[in-house]
């Protein structure tokens, strides 16, 4: 994001002034542009910019980065790791491939500008789509601007990401139902046959995410809510024992008394569905979330 910001900055900050926005309609229509994203296995994280202070987490010092998230409402992406070297449990997503989106009030034609004006990025035009697209000259990351509001960008291959998640017909890959959740929390996350997740203080083994038909969680303030789906309602049974079991030793661990009536409205089960409800953070656990966070928006 750095980077892209840093570019953009200059020509956004004279030309932003004399402009106004207006509702763009997408093809995709009244769904979640999120909801065009997330293979098995990738990791997609929306975040409401509009909820959460996204300056105070990336505290960049950037002018331009500074810019760029104060103009923008959302940022979605996925990631997936392309190396397979992540564990089950992983905090460092910077080393993750990635494509998403940008929203805010940023104009097609002024953001084409200036990355047409940067001599860091190479300008291209994909002849099956005619999606103009830039290419970072120093990276593997690109950008297109399809129409006015929003930026997509790939670390790998920004026309797939387009034909994939910017096209009328897209798959749904997250349902409405969810969608609403995540849309409306600070940050949401969405994974669908995980191979990997962010500690929550229950941390979870390969054999465990493996029985887990999807992960959705969502974080505002300082708790965090999340449903996992199994596969079989036995599954969800024995995983329900395990994260309570691991979050109550955890509170032991740390001298904090258990307080049944709190974790009985806590954890709960319908059928093959466990679900957290409204877990307060520790200070170690919220920092460790927003590390991956950072680490998410960094990568940009």
Not at 54 to 69: A, L, M, Q, R, Y
Not at 135 to 164: E, H
Not at 198 to 218: H, K
Request: glycine content about 8%; charged content about 25%.
């Amino acid at each position: 994001m750095k980077r892209t910001a840093r570019i953009l900055f200059p020509a956004l900050l004279v030309l932003v002034l004399f402009l106004s926005s207006c509702a763009t309609r997408r093809p995709y229509g009244d769904e979640q542009y999120f909801q065009g994203l997330g293979l098995d296995g990738e990791f997609v994280v929306t975040v409401n910019a509009e909820l959460l202070d996204v300056d105070g987490v990336v505290e960049s010092g950037d002018p331009g980065v500074d810019f760029i998230t104060g103009r923008m409402t959302r940022l979605s992406m996925a990631l997936y790791d392309s190396k397979g070297t992540a564990g089950p449990v992983t905090e460092d997503f910077s080393e993750f491939d990635y494509y998403g989106a940008i929203e805010g009030d940023f104009p097609k034609g002024l953001v084409n500008s200036a990355l047409s004006m940067s001599s860091v990025f190479s300008s291209e035009k994909d002849k099956s789509t005619g999606l103009r697209f830039f290419s970072d000259n120093g990276s593997s990351l690109q950008v297109a601007v399809p129409a006015k509001g929003i930026i997509l960008f790939s670390s790998t291959d920004v026309v797939d990401n387009f034909n994939r998640t910017y096209t009328e017909g897209r798959p749904k890959k997250i349902s409405d139902e969810d969608a609403a959740r995540l849309a409306a929390s600070q940050v949401g996350v969405f994974v669908s046959n995980p191979r990997t997740m962010i500690s929550l203080g229950f941390d979870l083994d390969e054999t465990a995410l493996s029985n887990i038909e999807s992960i959705l969680m969502v974080m505002d303030d300082d708790v965090i809510s999340a449903e996992f789906r199994l596969k079989s309602e036995d599954l969800a049974d024995s995983f329900s024992v395990l994260i309570k079991a691991g979050y109550v030793g955890n509170l032991r661990r740390e001298g904090i008394k258990v307080d049944v009536a709190k974790l009985k409205e806590m954890f709960s089960q319908e059928l093959d569905k466990v679900l957290v409800n409204n877990m307060p953070l520790t200070q170690e656990q919220k920092d460790s979330i927003l590390q991956a966070l950072t680490s998410i928006l960094s990568a940009i």
